[in-house]
């Protein structure tokens, strides 16, 4: 768990990062979604199409050190790792 000090109010961190999914539609998607696909074959056809998942931008940023498990479940409620 993180610490730290008054300026941070304790919580050992400063400032703010984002962390987000983003993706391109493409004729992959573009045919899915006009075939009326469901949610998990979109989720499924955008990682296949490049999309990085925000728990996997989570695991890297907890990787890299930049922020804790315990903050990525307290912000984004995803789990970490």
Known sequence: SASGCMACNR???RGR???YEAVT???LLQDAI???ATEA???T????????SMQQVA???I???VTAKDEILRTLGVGGG
């Open 45 to 52: 056809d955008a990682i296949a199409s490049g999309m990085i």
């Open 25 to 27: 539609i493409n004729a």
């Open 34 to 36: 006009s075939n009326g």
């Open 17 to 19: 990062i984002v962390v």
């Open 63 to 65: 990787a890299r050190g």
């Open 59 to 61: 695991d890297l940023l």
């Open 11 to 13: 919580t050992g961190y």
């Open 41 to 43: 074959i979109l989720k």
